[in-house]
């Protein structure tokens, strides 16, 4: 089993930036991809952006690109996603995954439980 916890959420201005971890626990996550997802209020949860096992493959929404970077460091079983020039469009809940390398979230086995991140125009 796999636990995933992500912080670093919270209130930002349009145009600042946020810094969110995900932690994982329990079995290695050096062998997976990981995945950053968002879900806002009455959507349905979408990909924001993935790392294959080894962070050398990066793929981003074309909503973020740009903006956004995902990173890891498997030394530390941690993964990164680093958001600037923030939108209010991209408040939501960020949640991390672990499983195949793939932008649905089905592929996905392990989540953490979400952080919120709000950006106030």
């Known amino acids: 089993q796999v636990q995933l916890v992500e912080s670093g959420g919270g209130l930002v201005q349009a145009g600042g930036s946020l810094r969110l971890s995900c932690a994982a626990s329990?079995?290695?996550?050096?062998?997976?991809?990981m995945g950053w997802f968002r879900q806002a209020p009455g959507k349905e949860r979408e990909f924001v952006s993935a790392?294959?096992?080894?962070?050398?493959?990066?793929y981003y929404a074309a909503s973020v690109k740009g903006r956004f970077t995902i990173s890891r460091d498997n030394t530390k079983s941690t993964v990164y996603l680093e958001m600037n020039s923030l939108k209010p469009e991209d408040t939501a809940v960020y949640y991390c995954?672990?499983?195949?390398?793939?932008?649905?979230?089905?592929?996905?086995?392990?989540w953490g439980q979400g952080t919120q991140v709000t950006v106030s125009s």
């Open positions: 329990g079995r290695s996550v050096s062998n997976y991809a």
């Open positions: 790392i294959n096992s080894s962070g050398g493959m990066r």
């Open positions: 995954a672990a499983g195949g390398w793939a932008t649905a979230a089905p592929q996905y086995d392990y």
